[in-house]
């Protein structure tokens, strides 16, 4: 089997949204939960979206993950390399982009990568290099509050530069605008120039289609879904056998309905208000979270039993920014993130324990350490439960479950309804 693509995402949320893109797109997907292991059946697609939990560890980590989902993937014999990373480009001084994508170009010998993190879609837009969320920049909105990877900048340029060992240089609108050639001149000055990368950027979803059909150029790109919409897009007009990317979708699973929320966005707070008025939801404090962990989960196990077997249920360790920040200045910010994400983490294996089948999962680091601690190895992508997050079935793993894994920024108001819906 040949790939057309190939994909290394940095959360698991993030791995959803770019395969339910890529599904709508007319590929055929499959989302992996870490490079598979040698016995694990491939299904016959077009793209695997490898889903790593990298965002948020130490370079040299993420750049060892990164090496082996890019071996895994060319074995495969996928054509080209996506290294998918959030459209808020969320990442520290210190990575994990530049980095990863420093290491990913050194390995294909390719010349400047494109990197775009722009999905009009979702109202992510790049213009002279600067990332806007809606109308103001992403280091004016409540998307700047990232409790692991706070964004304070919005010159991309800047940032990229900030953690990469080669220059970086922009490929603006102007150029994007004129066409594929245009973008394909600029880049060959950005090589004489010795640069690395290149933000591109993206305000229309046409520009992505032209990104998308240049960045095939070279064995690399790195962005976000939107620049997975332009490759699929490119990838699919020229297959001789076109598909809808569907996959057969079956009958629901049976079984108890759940959901976990660990984001503290702006977004993941008004839902979990909004689920209060027609669900029991059960507010988990983060500083007892971190300091006795194990006895709130039991507690909450506890009290999820008692209500499953009535319809769906949501316990929330989400906060406040401030909140989150209070608890980190007490105790540290990367020990108060993995006793959360444990916490919730045991959660997921609690709720499964007690019958749970169909799991919504808010947030990228929660629904990484809720899958890791369940050990699913894949999933098959369904239909779209809201943009950025579809349906996801199980693969090779017993008990067998649907499960909607949601950045922590994605979504209506009534999202959690939505998602139990459509796991009805």
């Known amino acids: 089997m040949t790939l057309l693509l190939g994909c290394i995402a940095d959360d698991y949320t993030g791995a959803s949204d770019l395969a339910n893109t890529l599904t709508k797109a007319g590929l055929r997907t499959v989302q992996t939960i870490g490079v598979p292991a040698a016995d694990f059946a491939l299904p016959d697609v077009d793209a695997v979206v490898v889903a790593l939990k990298s965002r948020s560890i130490p370079a040299t980590e993420a750049v060892a993950l990164s090496r082996g989902a890019r071996d895994f993937l060319g074995g495969e014999g996928a054509r080209h390399i996506l290294f998918k990373i959030c459209s808020t480009f969320d990442s520290t001084d210190a990575g994990n982009i530049g980095p990863v994508t420093d290491a990913l170009r050194a390995d294909a010998s390719a010349g400047p990568v494109l990197v775009t993190p722009a999905f009009p879609e979702t109202g992510r837009t790049v213009y002279f290099g600067h990332l806007f969320v809606g109308a103001v920049p992403l280091n004016e909105s409540p998307l700047k509050d990232h409790p692991l990877n706070p964004m304070t900048d919005a010159n991309l340029v800047r940032v990229m530069a900030r953690q990469s060992a080669a220059p970086v240089g922009l490929v603006d609108l102007h150029t994007v605008a004129r066409g594929p050639e245009a973008v394909r001149s600029r880049l060959a000055v950005l090589a004489q120039e010795g640069k690395g990368a290149a933000i591109i950027d993206a305000v229309f979803e046409r520009d992505l289609e032209t990104i998308g059909a240049v960045a095939l150029d070279e064995p690399l790109s790195v962005g976000a879904s939107g620049l997975g919409l332009g490759l699929a897009r490119t990838l699919a007009a020229g297959r001789t056998a076109p598909t809808d990317g569907a996959v057969r ?9 759940a959901a976990i929320a660990g984001s503290c966005s702006a977004a993941t ?27 709130v989960v ?8 008692e209500r499953l077997a009535h319809g769906p249920v949501l316990i929330a360790a989400s906060g406040t920014p401030q909140e989150v920040a209070a608890v980190q200045a007490r105790h540290g910010r990367h020990a108060s993130g993995l006793a959360i994400e444990q916490a919730s983490a045991a959660l997921a294996a609690g709720l499964v324990e007690a019958g749970v089948r169909r799991l919504v999962v808010a947030g990228g680091e929660t629904s990484g350490a809720c899958v890791d601690r369940l050990g699913i190895a894949g999933f098959e992508v369904g239909p779209e439960i809201a943009a950025g997050v579809p349906l996801l079935r199980t693969v ?29």
């Open 249 to 257: 979708w079956g009958a629901s699973v049976p079984g108890a309905i």
């Open 269 to 295: 707070l008004e839902q979990i208000a909004r689920a209060e008025e027609n669900m029991p939801v059960l507010r988990l404090a983060a500083e007892q979270l971190v300091t006795d962990g194990a006895a």
């Open 298 to 305: 039991a507690e909450a196990i506890g009290w999820a039993r």
């Open 396 to 424: 090779a793993y017993a008990p067998q479950m649907l499960l909607a894994l949601k950045s922590g920024n994605f979504g209506g108001p009534d999202f959690f309804a939505r998602a139990f819906a459509a796991m009805s």
